[in-house]
Structures are given as structure tokens and as C-alpha cells.
Nanobody, 123 residues
Framework: QVQVVESGGGLVKPGGSLRLACSLS????????IAWFRQAPGREREGVSC?????????LYAESVVGRFTISRDSAKNTVYLQMDSLKPEDAAVYYC???????????????YGQGTQVTVSL
């Protein structure tokens, strides 16, 4: 049974940091890519970052998070992380982990599983 569980969200002040984790299990075929998306109230789901599961993984970032967010993968733990630094109020959203067989940030190509994890950036 496939399980994808996001964790690590919380309340942080502007300029602060959080590390999200996406734990994956039950896949009979490893996904080609794992991505983070986010959705704020009243807004469309937005692709944040993507990483391939190859031995030398490739990474991709939305322009709005370049230089502030870092995606990484621990294959031994079947976990993908999103290190978020220099957080801004506009980063506040529910963050979702998704799997796909493409390397881009278009949500239609990914499978979503969990309830996401809430990130709040506020004083």
C-alpha cells in the first residue's frame, strides 16, 4: 500500500527556517521524480521544487524560491526533504509532496496522496 506522509510544517517568523519531510513507502516501482507543491487559500496549487530519484539527482525550483529553498533526498530513508530558509509571509501555504514520472512542476502530471503540512509565516 502506497503511503506518502508530509511533516515538518509549523509557525515561523519571517526570515526563519523550516525543514519539511516527505516519507514514502509501498511503491512497487520507484517514482522518477518527487516534488513539493503548495497551495495558499484562494490560490491555485503551485509547484515549488522537484527532484529525480536517479543516482545523480537533478533538482528544479520555482523562481520564487530559488536561493532560499533546497530539496534533497535520503534514499536509505525513502524520504525527501525541503529545507526552507529566509521564509516570507507569501510562502505560507499547505505544502504537499507528490510523485510523478516527469521532471517539471506542473501539478497535473503528479499524484498527490496526503493532507499536506501547514506552513505559517507570521510575526
Amino acid at each position: 500500500q502506497v503511503q506518502v506522509v508530509e511533516s515538518g510544517g509549523g509557525l515561523v517568523k519571517p526570515g526563519g527556517s523550516l525543514r519539511l519531510a516527505c516519507s514514502l513507502s509501498g511503491f512497487t516501482v520507484e517514482p522518477y521524480a518527487i516534488a513539493w507543491f503548495r497551495q495558499a487559500p484562494g490560490r491555485e496549487r503551485e509547484g515549488v521544487s522537484c527532484i529525480t530519484t536517479m543516482m545523480s539527482p537533478e533538482t528544479l525550483y520555482a523562481e520564487s524560491v530559488v536561493g532560499r529553498f533546497t530539496i534533497s533526498r535520503d534514499s536509505a530513508k525513502n524520504t525527501v526533504y525541503l529545507q526552507m530558509d529566509s521564509l516570507k509571509p507569501e510562502d505560507a501555504a499547505v505544502y504537499y509532496c507528490a510523485t510523478g514520472n516527469v521532471f517539471h512542476l506542473q501539478s497535473w502530471a503528479f499524484d498527490f496522496y496526503g493532507q499536506g503540512t501547514q506552513v505559517t509565516v507570521s510575526l
